[in-house]
């Protein structure tokens, strides 16, 4: 009769373990099962969860977005509604405190905002003019962060598919609203002739030209083709519809930077996984870039970059003049100290005036323009606390995989901070929190071998005396 070892199951040899310290496995989905947290939400709640989104996203749309700007993207604080409710149906002291415990790392970041701004309005009064927006601006990324914590609040580990869920309705809302205007043949049209010359957009395209939700739809694509747990049939079914969800939407939004980029960080994450030490492949990966940005600034301001993406033949649409335009506003040192949050905003509405463009375009460059308002100093703690402090805290606090997802989800964004403005864009913001959160819910389970060990003298007589019984 076999023997029973303590702390095994019979037969097996192996015992259950559930992941919870903040070293598990590298890659759960190969090496164990990802499992859901099992958290049930009243129904009204989850309705109402996503009726915020949905009306918060709607915001995006060119016709509310001309007449109410910003404004509707603050319906996503009804969360706080809905997790009021839900803790009164049932209160989780226990979930409350881990959705809190994201606060105060990513609040970090909104305080620099504020204190370097705070320091170049007092010191230099002529730019307070830009109070207002800045204001703005940070009250937003306040709220981003509001509205990730009391998501994971509510649903742990399927706040991603939610949030996923409220996009698609989003958009999808947006090309119906759009469509009568120009009928359905024209907006088919329209659409085959932007993906044919990869980024015409004229027309129907160019009214569904939402680029905060495009670029947040590549958040997902590398979610749910890389990360997303595939342990059951339905978990599978999601990532499968999350993954073809992902490229319609980027398609039907297309960005030119969007696709290349999620290719290659998928390819990125791949390469990690063969690593032999992927904590410190993400942690080079993040140094790497926080030191590239220099670079990237002395090539942006010398002119030397432009050449070169003329030289290839790219079509800069205009950024080579406005990458030029600041060079009287700010000086490349270590004791530049900003002209303050928002001030780039400024310059575009002066240089408008003035007549040296034709549009008041924003900068299409993220890392000037962060350089620009916050400073030397404010671009070094920006850097450093996306690029170097963040993955440590997802690897140290939570686990390996986190930290990856959070570097794939960060790398792709980079990509847009080079040509674009997508570093305070509102859903890219809330995506690169709220992916990496949900996505620390998740339980590993894995079956590890239970190590032998002799018997001892009463577990050997008992075994002999159940042998002898048999016979």
């Not at 192996?14 to 099962?33: Q, V």
């Not at 993906?195 to 027309?203: I, N």
């Not at 800069?316 to 928002?342: A, T």
């Amino acid at each position: 009769m076999p023997r029973r070892i303590p702390g095994t199951e019979q037969g097996q040899g192996a015992r259950r373990e559930t992941m919870t310290s903040s070293k598990p496995l590298l890659n759960g989905m190969d090496s164990g099962i990802l499992k859901s947290t099992g958290k049930k939400c009243p129904v009204f709640v989850v309705f109402l969860a996503v009726a915020c989104t949905v009306l918060a996203g709607l915001g995006d749309w060119k016709v509310l977005n001309d007449a109410y700007g910003a404004l509707p993207k603050a319906i996503v604080l009804g969360t706080i509604v809905c997790a009021f409710l839900s803790f009164l149906v049932a209160a989780d002291f226990a979930n409350l405190r881990k959705a809190l415990s994201y606060f105060p790392i990513f609040l970090l970041m909104i305080a620099v905002y504020t204190l370097i701004s705070l320091y170049i309005w007092i010191t230099d009064l002529s730019k307070a003019a830009t109070i207002s927006r800045a204001g703005q601006k940070i009250l937003f990324q306040t709220i981003t962060l509001i509205y990730c914590v009391l998501m994971c609040y509510l649903f742990e580990d399927r706040a991603v598919n939610y949030l996923f869920f409220s996009m698609c309705a989003t958009n999808t809302a947006i090309i119906l609203l759009e469509m009568p205007k120009y009928g359905v043949v024209e907006s088919i049209t329209s659409v085959m002739n932007c993906l044919v010359t990869f980024g015409e957009a004229e027309g129907f395209v160019r009214a569904l030209e939402i680029h905060d939700i495009t670029f947040l739809f590549g958040q997902f694509f590398i979610y749910y083709l890389m990360f997303a747990p595939k342990g059951s049939k339905p978990e599978r079914r999601m990532r499968r519809w999350g993954v073809i969800m992902s490229v319609f939407f980027m398609l039907v939004g297309l960005k030119r930077s969007v696709l290349p980029a999620v290719l290659a960080v998928c390819l990125y994450v791949k390469l990690i996984r063969l690593a032999r030490k992927p904590g410190k492949f993400v942690m080079t990966t993040g140094i790497s870039l926080f030191l590239f940005f220099y670079v990237y600034l002395y090539l942006t301001r010398s002119g030397i970059l432009v050449a070169f993406l003329e030289s290839l033949g790219v079509d800069m649409m205009g950024r080579d003049v406005l990458w030029s335009l600041p060079n009287d506003y700010y000086e490349l040192s270590i004791f530049w100290k900003g002209l303050g949050f928002e001030a780039v905003t400024d310059l575009v509405n002066k240089w408008y005036s003035a007549g040296l463009i034709n549009h008041a375009y924003p900068l299409h460059n993220d890392i000037l323009r962060v350089f620009i308002e916050l400073g030397a100093l404010g671009f070094t703690l920006w850097a450093g606390i996306n690029y170097i402090l963040y993955p440590a805290y997802w690897m140290t606090r939570h686990d390996r995989d986190t930290g990856i997802l959070y570097m794939a989800i960060l790398a792709y964004m980079s990509v847009t901070y080079l040509t674009d403005n997508t570093a305070f864009y509102f859903w890219s913001c809330i995506g690169l929190k709220l992916i990496p959160m949900s996505y620390s819910y998740r339980i590993i389970e894995t079956w590890k071998p239970a190590q032998w060990r002799a018997p001892t003298p009463e577990e050997a007589a008992n075994e002999i005396r159940l042998i002898e019984m048999g016979e």
